[in-house]
């Protein structure tokens, strides 16, 4: 072996590695000493993703460093249950180029990732439906870039496979949204409120008769450039589709606190965009107000999914919406076994709330970790249902509970919106 040079930092190793070819098959190894450059040395390839375990790493008196390993299975090592997760998170399982674009892009390293799924489209066939995830993928990565215009692009061509060819069928792409009109919108007058707000401060953009496409211009210019801290876009005629691009931006969002979508019609569809969006991004918004845009028991899903991973909302506001007895039933049971950081909910004005939810809201009242304001209001409460939920406000000192505007317990925290 050669000498190590102590003045050039390299050291002599010797690795003496144990492997039994009759326990590892998965793996496999061979001796090819004959298609070695050297022929004097015997030399054994191991393939790529070969496991070793580390028996001993000691320093001879010759300065010789000797490290002792052994060859495992993939189903023997103690690594197994660890390696399954990465490759659930990352994919099938496969070493591909689709897991190695996604694990860069988790890595926040998304030019390189652009890349690599550009590379990967370039190489499997046009029919492939993967080019439907591939191009939504892309979506997401130009919009965590800033870059909404190719985002933009980039979901309407797998829009236009995934009309192209009805048949396939991926997870996402029930999701997509053709905002491919938007791309040269302007708003001079929006531009211009925009501009004239002050940097990291409230804008207010309420009742200016604001469409979906101007939400383009909302994410670039007021949440990106201005970085906002409070967006009021209440009363405005903003639907799904606004929604949809809205939820892009709030994907990479560092300011951004408080959100006032009252008064929209963004509808069921729109709130699954921006609760997918702050599940991915749960660090930021505290105070979301979604209240009077037409909500009704699908948007409890994915607002319960939403309560189960973001530990940052505090104050969530649902009022005047149609939820039943079943969408109160999802919020509640996310609210008392997933969630321990929302403080307020307004659950007030629901359309078809029966008494059947006075079962869910007490149970939540009794097991809720950090709520301290919960208003609900029912078009006919009986005496007896009435006393079951005063006396569950009563038990837990910690929340204030108001039902048909009569407040039942001590305490009280108001969260402006």
Known sequence: MG????????????????????VVSMKPFA????????????EVLFMLGSIFRLNNVILEDDQLWVITMTLYSDNEHDLKQVLSHMKDQN????????????????????NLAEKYYLRLINEIPSNDPILIKLYEDLGDITSHKGDYDAS???YNKALEIREKNPSFNTEKNTKIVDVSEFIDYRNPKLEKIIKQSYSRSRIDLSEENLIDPDMKIVVKE????????????????????????????????LTLQVLNLCATRIGDSGVQYIAKALSINNNVI???????????????????ALLKTNKTLIYLNLAGNEFGDEGIAILANALQ??????EYLNLSYNKWMTELSVEFLIIMI???????????????????????LKKAAQANKKARVTVNNSWMSLKYQFIAC
């Open 366 to 388: 009794n097991y809720t970790q950090a709520l301290k304001v919960l208003l609900v209001w029912f078009r006919d409460l009986s005496e007896k249902n009435e006393n079951r």
């Open 91 to 110: 994919g099938n399982g496969k070493a591909d180029l689709a897991t190695l674009a996604k694990i860069v892009w988790k890595m926040g390293k998304f």
């Open 222 to 253: 007021a949440i990106i450039k201005k970085q906002c801290t409070k967006l009021n876009l209440s009363d405005n005629s903003i639907t799904s589709k606004g929604a949809f691009i809205l939820a892009s931006g709030l994907k990479n969002n």
């Open 152 to 154: 933009i692009q980039w």
């Open 286 to 304: 505290k105070v979301l107000n979604i209240s009077n845009s037409g909500l009704m028991d699908k948007s409890a899903e994915d607002l319960a």
């Open 3 to 22: 000498e190590g040079n102590p003045e050039d930092n390299l050291q002599r190793v010797l690795f003496e590695i144990n492997a039994d070819p009759s």
């Open 31 to 42: 001796d090819i000493t004959s298609h070695s450059e050297f022929p004097i040395e015997t």
């Open 337 to 342: 076994n997933h969630n321990n950081t929302l």
